[in-house]
């Protein structure tokens, strides 16, 4: 379609039953805000811009969307406030001084997070720069929303009206098809309704469902687009309202992951607040949580309650249960055929090679591991380089904080580390060598030689512990 596009996103509101500081609209759903989910939508639209309607919490939405989606999309983003807030329709007047009237409006809300492109594509189609296109839906239970009043009772009656619940009489309450709160207008005909609204309804606000009725009586053609998947236009209102709509989302993404081949114990339970890129024949138990970007290579299984975060996770490794792996900025990278906990933590910069295996209580932070050395017991490898081979004992631990600084310990390939040492960096264990259980070591350990840092055992023969008296 070659008409342009513009999307405004109402997201003014109060969002008074969130009982929240925090603007309603960066409340978070699959671990992004409300509104980014929104701006994603549109960005797949080929829309030229965004205007967003702010007005509560104006800054911090208005500061929130630099970091989104929609903007790193390439989709340009403008900001329109509206102070006070009048109504809908009062919202989009505020947009009309960016819009061009060559092309189709689109009206979003901010706060309704689960609607599909595809969705948006068909009811862009329907208004086809000449029609007044309404996503509308048939609801059990229409309470609180605008109806679609029709000339007859026939499902394909020219659409007449919205009436919002509190202007309905009763015969409109009865009815069951809702308007969703978007639609597609032509920009020229949106600033000429809008120009004719007032306020004089149960609200005393300007509703924009009333452009509705303009369009009747200026003869243009109003067609309601039907969908019967309700999430995709649900909003948040409320704390629970969230909760219900963050479940559908997580189902719909772990059904994705299942249609694609990923085995998941329980789609039920698992949450996704990122992307999550899998390859063939993963496995997945209960509990675990993804965060920002994770790949899991051919065969990868994650054990049950696992915590995963910006990671790369490569062909054949497995994650025993109970393992919290965060990348943050750095990344986590866990080799292949690599075996990782339970129980254990990689933080940013741990760089797993292939075959390493890191045990239980094992934490492992900007350290890179080559191929198959093993930490296999609460130990703690922070800013090392360790070779392939080497073997870190139970206990063991770099000390790589002087209090102000930090500094490197670099132990090389097939070097064996006893338990309970505390190696001092900056430090270097050469090749082969073997440390003693128990050793401090704050100086350089050669190759190929046993090194050992403690006091010497002494055994005295013939000593008596000492006796309490006896009594009397
Ligand atoms: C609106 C529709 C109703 C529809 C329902 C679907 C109108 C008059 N009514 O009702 O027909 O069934 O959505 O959910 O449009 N907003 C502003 N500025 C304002 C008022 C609202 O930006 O002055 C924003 C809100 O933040 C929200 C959106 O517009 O994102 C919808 O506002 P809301 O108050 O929820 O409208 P409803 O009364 O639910
Ligand atoms: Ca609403």
Not at 46 to 64: K, M, P
């Amino acid at each position: 379609m070659s008409i342009p596009l513009d999307v405004v996103i109402m997201a003014a509101g109060k969002g008074t039953r969130m009982k929240s500081s925090l603007p309603k609209v960066l409340h978070r759903l699959g671990g992004r805000a409300l509104l980014a989910h929104v701006l994603d939508c549109a960005s797949r639209l080929a829309a030229r811009q965004a205007v967003i309607i702010t007005g509560h919490g104006a800054l911090q939405v208005e500061a929130a969307c630099a970091g989104m989606a929609g903007g790193a999309a390439g989709l340009g983003v403008t900001f329109a406030r509206q102070e006070p807030q009048l109504g809908t329709g009062h919202a989009v007047q505020q947009a009309l001084p960016f819009l061009q009237d060559d092309g189709i409006t689109l009206v979003l809300s901010g706060d309704v997070p689960l609607t599909q492109a595809a969705t948006l594509q068909a009811l862009l189609a329907q208004c086809a720069g000449q029609r007044l296109a309404l996503l509308t839906l048939n609801m059990a239970d229409p309470a609180g929303y605008g109806r679609i009043v029709r000339a007859g009772a026939q499902p394909s009656s020219q659409v007449r009206a919205i009436v919002e619940h509190k202007d309905a009489s009763d015969a409109e309450r009865a009815i069951h098809e809702i308007y969703s709160g978007i639609m597609a207008v032509p920009t020229r005909l949106l600033r000429r309704w809008l120009a004719r609204l007032d306020n004089q309804n149960a609200q005393a606000e300007y509703y924009l469902t009333d452009i509705v009725k303009f369009a009747v009586a200026d003869g243009v053609a109003v067609v309601a687009h039907q969908i019967t998947d309700a999430p995709q236009v649900a909003g948040v209102n409320s704390p629970v309202q969230l909760a219900e709509l963050e479940r559908v989302y997580q189902q719909r993404l772990a059904v994705g992951l299942m249609e694609q081949g990923v085995r998941l114990a329980d789609p039920a339970r698992i949450d996704l607040r990122g992307t999550l890129d899998c390859g063939q024949d993963v496995e997945i138990d209960v509990n675990c949580l993804f965060e920002g970007r994770v790949s899991l290579g051919d065969g990868v299984r994650i054990g049950a309650n696992c915590v995963i975060a910006n990671a790369v996770i490569e062909a054949g490794a497995v994650i025993h249960p109970f393992s919290h792996i965060e990348g943050e900025a750095l990344g986590v990278t866990v080799g292949q055929g690599a075996l990782v906990g339970p129980f254990a933590r990689l933080r940013p910069g741990a760089r797993l090679g292939a075959e390493v295996h890191i045990g239980n209580f094992v934490e492992v932070k900007n350290s890179t591991l080559a191929r198959g050395a093993k930490a296999n017991h609460l130990a703690y490898l922070g800013d090392c380089s360790v070779g392939e081979r080497v073997n870190y004992g139970a206990g063991s631990i770099t000390a790589n904080y002087d209090g102000a600084n930090k500094h490197r310990t670099v132990i090389e390939a097939d070097a064996h580390i006893g338990s309970n040492c505390v190696l001092v960096a900056p430090l270097t264990i050469g090749a082969g060598a073997t440390v003693g259980g128990g050793s401090t070591i704050t100086q350089e350990v050669p190759a190929g030689v046993l090194s050992v840092a403690r006091g010497k055992q002494v055994n005295i023969a013939n000593w008596a512990r000492p006796a309490k008296k006896p009594k009397g």
